[in-house]
């Protein structure tokens, strides 16, 4: 089993930085990917960016690039995510899964956080 827990979100202004972790723990997470996705008032739950942790392999949203970057820590077993020139449009809860793949689909990530709320003002 995977326990993940974020933190990191709050409230910033249009062209603001923010950046989120998720500490993972638990004996496999080495043999996880985490993921990144958020989920916007009456929108479905889309993949902002994925990290397998066996290699550091990545996948960013087109919505995302060059805008926010996942990296990892191994010695803390934390996954961040740094959120920069963010949008009112990047407003979300932002959630960190774990899952056997690298993939974008949350429905393959097994292990879910509580989520943090990011809120871009204008």
């Known amino acids: 089993q995977v326990q993940l827990v974020e933190s990191g979100g709050g409230v910033v202004q249009t062209g603001g930085s923010l950046r989120l972790s998720c500490a993972a723990s638990?004996?496999?997470?080495?043999?996880?990917?985490i993921g990144w996705f958020r989920q916007a008032p009456g929108k479905g739950r889309e993949s902002v960016a994925v990290i397998r942790w066996s290699d550091g392999n990545t996948y960013h949203a087109d919505s995302v690039k060059g805008r926010f970057a996942i990296s990892k820590d191994n010695a803390a077993t934390t996954v961040y995510l740094q959120m920069n020139n963010l949008k009112p449009e990047d407003t979300a809860i932002y959630y960190c899964?774990?899952?056997?793949?690298?993939?974008?689909?949350?429905?393959?990530?097994?292990?879910w956080g509580q989520g943090t709320q990011v809120t871009v003002s204008s």
């Open positions: 638990g004996r496999t997470v080495s043999r996880h990917s």
């Open positions: 899964a774990a899952g056997g793949y690298l993939s974008v689909i949350p429905s393959q990530f097994t292990y």
